[in-house]
């Protein structure tokens, strides 16, 4: 099946820094969804972006569906953005289910 | 429009029980999804039902099993519990194959199982 790896598996920064989260993903996808997943287990829907650049506040991403990577960008960090972040696809092919990435680790410090 | 909600929210079983979650979904969605999530194998896809359909199913044994109602509720019963069944175990909601390749889900506050 496809695979779907996350880098860098930790990441810790100081309140105000920006960051970069990347998804790899072992094939081609209809569908890539970017999650956060807070503290005590809750999985926020942040964007649903197979293809091009998406907006939201601090949070930006863009996914290169050619070269099959997702970036997710973090600006300005807070201490309420710590958690884990999950990138999650849907192959084109195969089996419809959505795979899930292995997550990154975010841990803002005040 | 209320979220996805899930019963009960915590859970204490021993070995050999057996254990029933519940999932209602977004009002108006007709998929809905389960994973698990444990800390060694991450966020693992159970199954998902659509209309009181099994649309899909992940690679767990069968003592993992699942089923939606006609008001697209959904249940999830795991028998004979194992040590190694302990985990969060998330449901997740959307508006099922009728989106297409845009459909989004939304998650569930998951039930966080033990067994001892």
């Known amino acids: 099946g496809i695979q779907v790896e996350q880098s860098p598996p930790d990441l810790i920064l100081q309140e105000g820094a920006n960051s970069t989260l990347r998804c790899n993903f072992s094939?081609?996808?209809?569908?890539l969804q970017w999650f956060h997943q807070n503290p005590w287990g809750q999985l926020i829907n942040l964007f649903y972006?197979?293809?091009g650049t998406k907006q939201n506040g601090r949070l930006s991403a863009t996914t290169v569906a050619t070269e099959r990577y997702s970036l997710l960008y973090i600006s300005s960090s807070q201490t309420t953005d710590s958690g884990v972040y999950f990138c999650?696809?849907?192959?084109?092919?195969?089996?419809?289910?959505?795979?899930f990435g292995t997550g990154t680790r975010l841990t803002i410090i005040p | 429009k209320a979220g996805v909600t899930q019963t009960p929210r915590y859970l204490i079983k021993t070995r050999g029980q057996q254990v029933t979650l519940s999932c209602s979904p977004i009002?108006?969605?007709?998929?809905v999804s389960w994973y698990q999530q444990t800390p060694g194998q991450g966020l693992q896809f159970l199954f998902e039902?659509?209309?009181?359909?099994?649309?899909n199913k992940g690679n767990f044994p069968g003592r993992f099993s699942g089923r939606q109602f006609s008001n697209s509720r959904s249940e999830m019963n795991v028998s004979t519990l194992e040590l190694g069944d302990s985990a969060l175990y998330l449901c997740?909601?959307?508006?099922?194959?009728?989106?297409?390749?845009?459909?989004?889900?939304?998650f569930g506050p998951g039930t966080r199982l033990t067994v001892l």
């Open positions: 094939d081609s996808v209809n569908n």
């Open positions: 972006i197979p293809s």
């Open positions: 039902y659509f209309s009181e359909t099994q649309r």
């Open positions: 997740a909601s959307s508006l099922g194959p009728l989106a297409g390749d845009t459909d989004t889900q939304y």
């Open positions: 999650a696809v849907l192959p084109n092919f195969g089996n419809e289910k959505l795979t």
């Open positions: 009002s108006g969605h007709r998929s």
